[in-house]
């Protein structure tokens, strides 16, 4: 079964709302991480979070993670057309050293 | 190099033939992961490489999948008797650290007519 599993599935939104996407796992981590994916080929990373740290930004975006509740949130402020991606959560349980995805949101911008 | 470079791009081929894709990661990274992606799914992990030695071969689906990496730089992943159900993007990533973040290549489509 999937570690990380993303919510929702898929998300469409107007040019200029922020989007949510969270992300819910099973065991204790080290680390989680968001990428986005662009027409099903290679990802980007977005941002890093270590499981001692409750909030991160990056530009327009922000990561929360909830380690009591094994969730994470990734949140686009403002968003554009271009953020039309599907967006990825991956943690790499503790005492390994592989990151293990989510099934990914499909986030839809409409200008 | 810049970034990961993954080739070819694009593979068709027979079932029942063998297929090598390889990766070149980012130089100085340690770390190299292979994952496949199916249609629509998210990644699925097949093997990790930190520098020649692969210690969780643990992802790759059957023994007629297999991955060696040399000099600790280039990878390259086998399928031996190719299977229609092998059909699948395969992404490589590295990474300077284990705990760091991922840089991905763009991958290799497979199809397996």
């Known amino acids: 079964s999937q570690q990380g599993e993303e919510d929702p599935q898929a998300l469409s939104i107007q040019e200029g709302e922020n989007a949510t996407m969270n992300c819910s796992y099973k065991t204790s981590i080290n680390n989680l991480q968001w ?3 662009n027409s099903g080929r290679g990802l980007v990373h977005l941002i890093l979070i270590r499981s001692n740290e409750r909030e991160k930004h990056s530009g327009r975006l ?3 993670l909830d380690t009591s509740k094994k969730s994470s949130s990734l949140l686009i ?3 554009r057309a271009a953020d039309t ?3 990825f959560c991956a943690t790499d349980p503790s005492g390994t050293y592989k990151y293990i995805f989510g099934t990914g949101t499909r986030l839809k911008v409409l200008a | 190099g810049a970034g990961v470079s993954q080739s070819p791009s694009n593979k068709v081929t027979e079932k029942g033939k063998d297929v090598e894709l390889r990766c070149d990661p980012i130089s100085g990274h340690t770390a190299l ?3 496949r992606q199916s249609l629509g799914q998210g990644l699925e992990f097949l093997i990790y490489f930190q520098g020649n030695s692969a210690p969780d071969k643990s ?3 059957s023994d007629r999948f297999s991955a ?3 000099g600790g730089s280039v990878s390259t992943l086998t399928i031996q008797r190719t299977q229609q159900e092998d059909s699948a993007v395969y992404l490589c990533a590295s990474s300077l650290e284990q705990s760091y973040g991922y840089t991905f290549g763009s991958g290799t489509r497979l199809t397996v007519v």
């Open chain 1, 35 to 37: 990428y986005r994916q």
């Open chain 1, 62 to 64: 922000r990561v929360t």
């Open chain 1, 77 to 79: 402020t403002a968003s």
């Open chain 1, 85 to 87: 991606a599907s967006y």
């Open chain 2, 33 to 35: 992961y292979w994952y």
């Open chain 2, 59 to 61: 992802g790759l689906p």
């Open chain 2, 68 to 70: 060696e990496r040399t």
